[in-house]
Nanobody
């Protein structure tokens, strides 16, 4: 199975930027569609952005559209999330996820491979 390790979280002021990384190992990275999810305290885990296997097709949920950018480098087995213009409501634990099919990534969370998460805190 594929193993995922996130990094890059931290504490930032409103309007600031962070870049999250997700390093993959154990399986061929380019065989998986990838996504970022987040979970705020007391809330369900929610989808943030997704990217196809080759990296030329992306999707961003409306709350982050125009501020966050998902990308991947298959040569480095790494997924990224560039987060700009951060807002306090972006505060959450951010998780990367992998699956072989995009619809499974989005709709069957229990069948995803997950990283351990990285905390992002945005102060007002």
């Amino acid at each position: 199975q594929i193993q995922l390790i996130e990094s890059g979280g931290g504490f930032v002021q409103s309007g600031g930027s962070l870049r999250l990384s997700c390093a993959a190992s154990g399986r061929t990275f380019s065989n998986y569609v990838m996504g970022w999810f987040r979970q705020a305290p007391g809330k369900e885990r929610e989808f943030v952005a997704g990217i196809n296997k080759v990296g030329n097709d992306t999707y961003h949920e409306e709350p982050v559209k125009g501020r966050f950018t998902i990308s991947r480098d298959n040569a480095k087995n790494t997924l990224y999330l560039q987060m700009d213009s951060l807002k306090p409501e972006d505060t959450a634990v951010y998780y990367c996820a992998a699956n072989t099919e995009y619809i499974l990534l989005r709709l069957q969370l229990s069948r995803n491979y997950w990283g351990q998460g990285t905390q992002v805190t945005v102060s007002s």
